[in-house]
């Protein structure tokens, strides 16, 4: 096994935030939709999301869970997978914000409405999220720290040998989908 660097967004607090901020919002029926399910990521943000359920006294259920592979198309089959399972749904936290955008788009197909219906946040804060229909309420990871970081341990490593790995800030970027 080789040994590297990482810089990490702090994807535990991520899901944590996010599903959180849902429950602050009075919703009931809270989803996730990640992406692969053994990425050490989606496995994170699920940590997240299942204790910020577990801290208000809620329930995992596994209907509400879902997960694709970071497309729109699974994030709108996985959208369908779970309101199908869940039709009294009202709220869900996506691992990205192209699965969320695609989420949306097929919950407005369904008749339905964001947020007012269904509540959505995202996760990356790309660019296309404070365009989208209506603008993404997303985890924004510190990209630029990110890589400054990265940057700066493989130089330290690369002088010294020590392996670093490093978790960064993330913060919930709040605009109409949630």
Do not use: W
């Not at 590297?4 to 607090?13: A, E, L, P, Q, R």
């Not at 089959?77 to 949306?104: E, K």
């Not at 960064?168 to 989908?177: A, F, M």
């Amino acid at each position: 096994d080789a040994e590297y660097c990482s810089v990490t967004g702090d994807n535990f607090n991520g899901g944590r935030i996010a599903t959180e901020y849902l429950i602050g919002q009075g919703r009931k029926r809270i989803g996730f939709i990640g992406g692969p399910q053994e990425e050490l990521e989606v496995q994170q943000r699920f940590e997240g999301y299942k204790n910020a359920l577990l801290a208000s006294n809620r329930a995992i259920d596994p209907a509400l869970v879902a997960y694709g592979d970071y497309s729109n198309y699974s994030g709108a089959r996985a959208m369908d997978q779970v309101l199908t399972l869940m039709p009294d749904l009202d709220a869900v936290f996506v691992n990205s914000d192209l699965m969320a955008i695609a989420a949306m788009d097929r919950i407005r197909e369904l008749g339905r409405r964001v947020p007012e219906d269904i509540a959505v946040v995202g996760y990356d804060d790309l660019s296309i999220s404070e365009h989208s229909n209506p603008p993404l309420t997303t985890v924004r990871q510190n990209v630029p720290l990110a890589g400054k970081m990265l940057a700066e341990n493989l130089i330290k490593y690369l002088e010294t040998g020590i392996v670093t790995n490093v978790v960064t800030p993330v913060e919930l970027i709040v605009r109409k989908s949630a």
